[in-house]
């Protein structure tokens, strides 16, 4: 891992100058090294790191792997024929610590650089007397948000991993960082939100761009409400869920808009947190367009969206019958597509409908708040949204745990949180329902390697990624992951 840092600390100025985002707030001049004091001197150059953190985001390896270890173990997708081995291999949770997929530099770039940020800003601050107090805890909420979503990823991907709070500057960095467990970082991860949400903004006036691609109150009080329902804290994710909706700023975008402006136009008024891009996409392009593109959606998946032909996220919404994932690919639900250099679309971590059926989960789940008939009505808002008809589900825990499930796999398929959703319910009382995993063997295989594949998803401890080969060659400290040790 040392020769890694060292790497990461070393180009920390160029990726912060050349993976420029949205407009002007992501551009930043030239420096030589970014520990030197010349650069920590006003607010500017600290604004500038701030975007940085930002623009690391703005990257194939991030946010390919993003998209990948959301959905590929799941059963949304099925590869083409030019989606690599190590894909094909990930889609049937046979993952050596050899597969290049489980590379985590990008997000150890992405926390070092948030890192920077909050070792340096009070410097530049105390230097700067036009740089007050509120920009700087707003600086630093920032990037202890991104910080926090990045560790919040690798969390529910290798369960445990370095939690690293320090920068990479200098020579008495530990460089050989061991891992810490699940709690602890889950742990680290909520105390450095509920400490950010004080100081965010609300939103951002200069665009929609700004309010959707910076972090504001909304889109740590999302994170927060996700880690809290993954960390089975159902009482502080229904409050983390009133919270941001009594923000008054998030909605749901209209039954006929949901295409357009969802993932078309992108930056509505339901979305929360969307990584924003002015070049190209290429992660969403080569996933799901070009020629031949490297996913496609499962038949079965499809088929599902029929049982209500009135959905409007059915075809030449969320897919269409050439085989693509039309929420990428299309342009304006009319059943044209995107030039392959028209791939600007937004990489959604955090819409307002995911609030509604994250709280709906809390209010099923909850001891002390279990309320079964709001459970209902969430989830009934967004399903009223898509098909202009009352869930039919009964007013009983499992009925409904049932029908929020599969709202969410219609509502935000190919958004890369299938996966989790299904590792989220079946992991609960340990492994209880561990049958939502087992049941992709079906899909996944073929005559002739049920037992095998079966044999892949049947431990537990395979649904965690291995730590990449490498990073446990270079750390003594290190430790692979249980399963994957011999």
Known sequence: MKQHIIKIFKIVPIILI????????????????????????NKEQVSAAVAGCYASMNQ????????????????????????????RNMMKNYILPTNNLVEWKSFYATINYCNLVLEFADGAQENDLSFTE?????????????????????????????????????????FYPAKSSEADIIAQIITDLNAAVEDLNLGYSESAAHDKGRMTKGAALAILADVYLWNNQ?????????????????????????????FFEGNSTEGIFELQFSDINATIRDGFYISTPNYAPYQEIIDLYFEYPSDVRGDKATFDFSGYVFKYAGINNSGFYRASDEFYNNFIFYRYADVLLMQAEAYILSSDFKNLPVAYNLI??????????????????QSLLTALLLERQKEFAFESKRWYDLLRFA????????????????????????DQILSYYSDSESYFLPIDQNEVNLNPQLL??????N
């Open 18 to 41: 050349t993976l420029s985002s949205c407009d002007s707030y992501l551009e930043l001049e030239p420096q030589d090294n970014l520990i030197q004091g010349e650069f920590w001197q």
């Open 60 to 87: 194939s390896a991030f946010t390919s792997r993003v998209l990948m270890w959301g959905e590929l173990r799941a059963e949304m997708i099925v590869a083409s024929e030019s989606s690599s081995n190590n894909a």
């Open 134 to 174: 509120q920009e700087l805890h707003r600086f630093k909420a920032e990037v202890l948000t991104i910080r926090s979503l990045v560790y919040f990823i690798l969390v529910r991907n290798f369960k445990e991993v370095p939690l690293v709070l320090t920068a990479t500057a200098n020579s008495q960095t530990d």
């Open 234 to 262: 159902f009482n502080d994710c229904i409050a983390a869920c009133n919270s941001i909706i009594e923000l008054g700023k998030y909605n749901l975008v209209e039954s006929s808009e949901w295409f357009n402006q969802l």
């Open 380 to 397: 009934d808002q967004v399903h009223q949204r898509a098909i202009g008809a009352p869930l039919d589900a009964s007013l009983d825990e």
């Open 427 to 450: 992991r609960r009382n340990e492994f209880e329902n561990q049958q939502l995993i087992l049941d992709l063997a079906d899909i996944k295989s073929g005559a002739d390697d049920y």
């Open 480 to 485: 692979q992951n249980p399963y994957y040790e």
